[in-house]
């Protein structure tokens, strides 16, 4: 047993979360870790809702709200929507706890201490209508390297490399399109050009990465400069270093927090476990795995900032210990609604809740498993998600289910027990016993479209013997009990197969084909107050021990086999038109 830890992006709090931001960070992480578990691995998925910055205070002010109302409004939304998804995080927190708050200063005095947190005078961008600070990232300008005219005053997303907002050429503010005003100002820098030969180094043995994240990853070595990890911001984690920690301008960089996050958020799991340093066999022994679900915007944030602020806090370690760098970034690239870039306020979106309340979570998650955007961008049309809700989901697999489940229960009314066997019975059985090498090494490596493209052809073969075999016409009973006795075994492995892709679907065919309890355990919102006496909060945890082993598991004659209802519902070909509309 191997300890595996799923580090899920964070979603910012300042709305709900729309389908592209879960077919990056959200769904994959979970078919991923469902797997895992199901191998009989320890996983600890982490992640929670990250609720300082700029954008928070902007949008609290827009509301005339303060940021933490506004926070906890859209952590409670993204809490529900998340699990309704169905994704099974260990502990899905927040970053306004206070033992967030310990960890994320801890781990900046450490790095400090170690000389790696540098101070500097630079010049810090002022709104001359409010005279608020505007943060790099909420200003807009023309990249000098590449002339891409939408590129951020930190990082061009055209051509990746890190940018001070400064260098843009004719910069405007995101917020009102003001030309920002600039001034010196005083902050402590990641002294990454200290740390580059490290990154370098430790880049250089991520072989098995995405080829498109690794060569990204390494590009970003090109032009390595310090970079601000505090802020002018009243609105975040004070900096807990003697002079700063009372100024109540000052705050550490959102981005220097976030990705503190994952440790914080394991520490809190295994505080709230009951032993302190549970935590620790994920982050501490050198054979434990660790993977980062995020998308392609936030690769420099987990491929260079978080290395190398773990590589700063290694250097001499405080009481966390050596911590382990990242076993793999797993980097999504971009899904686009229609043709456009989705964008909330543009109205060009699909909030995951509209989805889940009209279409169900296993729709969403099939089409994300099976057209997310892995390896490059992917457009999601109306039109597909319906024809593949029909065709595959309805037409290939519930189709196996019921027409298998419905001549059972007809004929039998249990699962009869399998006479001597066919050479076309054999082949189908060892198809599906191969899947699950076949399946499980695609999750195993990220690549979700062929794995469950591999669990689908098994459906795909089985209902083809079904028609080939015609058990309906079969006039022996016993060739007729065998035929159904060797389809009723196929859909048990097929569903096993299928269950991390969709968990909500596997408990019913489950059930379907007259199991008892949980196949797969499903997470829960949780009421949980503040370890060390903050506000409480909304969780997502639960116990998954419960989980299906990844091997074939015998049915058994006998078991009771009752007339099915359908898994999937048919989507008429009008809800196009329906969501097109909605868009207008």
Same mark, same amino acid.
């Given at each position: 047993?191997?300890?595996?830890?799923?580090?899920?992006?964070?979603?910012?709090?300042?709305?709900?979360?729309? $389908?592209?931001?879960?077919?990056?960070?959200?769904?994959?992480?979970?078919?991923?870790? %469902?797997?895992?578990?199901?191998?009989? =691995?320890?996983?600890?998925?982490?992640?929670?809702?990250?609720?300082?910055?700029?954008?928070?205070?902007?949008?609290?002010?827009?509301?005339?709200?303060?940021?933490?109302?506004l926070?906890?409004?859209?952590?409670r939304?993204?809490?529900?929507?998340?699990?309704?998804?169905?994704?099974?995080?260990?502990?899905?927190?927040?970053?306004?706890?206070?033992?967030?708050?310990?960890?994320?200063?801890?781990?900046?005095?450490?790095? =400090?201490?170690?000389?790696?947190?540098?101070?500097?005078?630079?010049?810090?961008?002022?709104?001359?209508?409010?005279?608020?600070?505007?943060?790099?990232?909420? $200003?807009?300008?023309?990249?000098?390297?590449?002339?891409? &005219?939408?590129?951020?005053?930190?990082?061009?997303? *055209?051509?990746?490399?890190?940018?001070?907002?400064?260098?843009?050429?004719?910069?405007?503010?995101? $917020?009102?399109?003001?030309?920002?005003?600039?001034?010196?100002?005083? =902050?402590?820098?990641?002294?990454?050009?200290?740390?580059?030969?490290?990154?370098?180094?430790?880049?250089?043995?991520?072989?098995?990465?995405?080829?498109?994240?690794?060569?990204?990853?390494?590009?970003?070595l090109?032009?390595?400069?310090p970079?601000?990890?505090?802020?002018?911001?009243?609105?975040?984690?004070?900096?807990?270093?003697?002079?700063?920690?009372?100024?109540?301008?000052?705050?550490?960089?959102?981005?220097?927090?976030? @990705?503190?996050?994952?440790?914080?958020?394991?520490?809190?799991?295994?505080? %709230?476990?009951?032993?302190?340093?549970a935590?620790?066999? #994920? #982050?501490?022994?050198?054979?434990?795995?660790?993977?980062?679900?995020m998308?392609?915007?936030?690769?420099?944030?987990?491929?260079?900032?978080?290395?190398?602020?773990?590589?700063? =806090?290694?250097?001499?370690?405080?009481?966390?210990?050596?911590?382990?760098?990242?076993?793999?970034?797993?980097?999504?690239?971009f899904?686009?609604?229609?043709?456009?870039?989705?964008?909330?306020?543009?109205? @060009?979106? $699909?909030?995951v809740?509209?989805?889940?309340? /009209?279409?169900?979570?296993?729709?969403?998650?099939?089409?994300?498993?099976?057209?997310?955007?892995?390896?490059?961008?992917?457009?999601?049309? #109306?039109?597909?998600?319906?024809?593949?809700? *029909?065709?595959?989901?309805?037409?290939?697999?519930?189709?196996?289910?019921?027409?298998?489940?419905?001549?059972?229960a007809?004929?039998?009314?249990?699962?009869?027990?399998?006479?001597?066997?066919t050479?076309?019975?054999?082949e189908l059985?060892?198809?599906?016993?191969?899947?699950?090498? @076949?399946v &499980?090494?695609?999750?195993?490596?990220? /690549?979700?479209?062929?794995?469950?493209?591999?669990?689908?052809?098994?459906?795909?073969?089985?209902?083809?013997?079904?028609?080939?075999?015609?058990p #309906?016409?079969?006039?022996?009973?016993?060739?007729?009990?065998?035929?159904?006795h060797?389809?009723?075994?196929?859909?048990?492995?097929?569903?096993?197969?299928?269950?991390?892709?969709?968990?909500?679907?596997?408990?019913?065919?489950?059930e379907?084909?007259?199991?008892?309890?949980?196949?797969?355990?499903?997470?829960?919102?949780?009421?949980?107050?503040?370890?060390?006496?903050?506000?409480?909060?909304?969780?997502?945890?639960?116990?998954?021990?419960?989980?299906?082993?990844?091997?074939?598991?015998?049915?058994?004659?006998?078991?009771?086999?009752?007339?099915?209802?359908?898994?999937?519902?048919?989507?008429?070909?009008?809800?196009?038109?329906?969501?097109?509309? %909605?868009?207008?």
């Amino acid at each position: 047993m191997t300890h595996i830890l799923a580090a899920v992006a964070w979603p910012y709090a300042n709305g709900p979360r729309h $389908i592209g931001h879960v077919s990056g960070f959200g769904v994959p992480s979970d078919v991923f870790s %469902r797997y895992q578990r199901m191998m009989g =691995h320890d996983v600890l998925m982490v992640s929670g809702t990250d609720e300082h910055g700029t954008p928070i205070l902007v949008q609290a002010e827009r509301e005339g709200v303060t940021p933490r109302e506004l926070a906890d409004r859209y952590n409670r939304v993204i809490v529900e929507d998340l699990q309704g998804l169905g994704l099974s995080y260990d502990l899905f927190t927040r970053t306004t706890t206070r033992n967030h708050y310990a960890v994320a200063q801890e781990l900046f005095k450490t790095v =400090h201490r170690n000389g790696f947190l540098i101070p500097r005078t630079t010049m810090g961008a002022i709104s001359p209508s409010t005279g608020r600070t505007l943060p790099d990232r909420y $200003i807009e300008g023309t990249c000098p390297i590449c002339g891409y &005219g939408a590129a951020r005053g930190d990082q061009c997303d *055209n051509c990746g490399n890190q940018l001070d907002a400064t260098d843009l050429r004719d910069p405007r503010s995101r $917020i009102n399109g003001e030309t920002p005003r600039f001034v010196e100002t005083e =902050h402590f820098f990641l002294d990454l050009p200290a740390l580059a030969d490290q990154l370098g180094s430790w880049l250089q043995t991520r072989t098995a990465w995405r080829p498109n994240v690794l060569k990204f990853a390494l590009n970003l070595l090109d032009d390595v400069r310090p970079r601000a990890m505090t802020r002018d911001i009243d609105w975040g984690i004070p900096v807990p270093l003697p002079g700063w920690e009372d100024n109540p301008a000052k705050r550490l960089y959102v981005w220097f927090d976030a @990705v503190i996050g994952y440790l914080s958020a394991s520490v809190e799991w295994a505080r %709230r476990s009951g032993d302190d340093d549970a935590w620790r066999a #994920w #982050w501490c022994d050198p054979d434990a795995r660790s993977y980062y679900f995020m998308g392609k915007d936030n690769i420099t944030f987990h491929a260079q900032i978080w290395p190398a602020e773990l590589l700063g =806090h290694n250097a001499n370690p405080g009481r966390y210990g050596v911590l382990n760098l990242p076993t793999e970034v797993v980097s999504s690239e971009f899904l686009t609604m229609e043709g456009r870039k989705f964008s909330s306020s543009r109205s @060009v979106v $699909i909030y995951v809740r509209d989805v889940l309340e /009209r279409y169900g979570p296993d729709a969403l998650r099939y089409f994300i498993a099976a057209a997310g955007p892995e390896t490059q961008d992917t457009d999601f049309t #109306w039109a597909e998600f319906v024809r593949r809700n *029909n065709d595959e989901l309805v037409g290939t697999w519930g189709n196996l289910v019921n027409r298998t489940a419905s001549m059972i229960a007809k004929n039998f009314g249990a699962i009869p027990a399998a006479g001597e066997l066919t050479p076309a019975d054999h082949e189908l059985l060892a198809a599906s016993r191969t899947a699950y090498g @076949v399946v &499980g090494d695609h999750v195993e490596h990220h /690549r979700l479209r062929q794995g469950i493209g591999a669990a689908m052809k098994v459906a795909a073969d089985a209902n083809q013997y079904l028609s080939q075999q015609a058990p #309906w016409k079969e006039s022996d009973p016993d060739r007729k009990g065998t035929i159904l006795h060797v389809a009723a075994q196929v859909v048990s492995d097929t569903n096993r197969l299928l269950a991390p892709f969709l968990p909500h679907a596997a408990q019913q065919v489950h059930e379907t084909l007259g199991g008892t309890g949980a196949i797969t355990d499903r997470p829960e919102v949780r009421e949980v107050g503040d370890l060390d006496g903050g506000p409480g909060y909304p969780v997502i945890s639960g116990d998954y021990r419960r989980t299906e082993a990844w091997a074939p598991r015998a049915v058994v004659p006998g078991t009771p086999v009752a007339v099915p209802r359908p898994v999937f519902a048919k989507l008429a070909p009008s809800v196009v038109d329906e969501e097109l509309a %909605r868009l207008a």
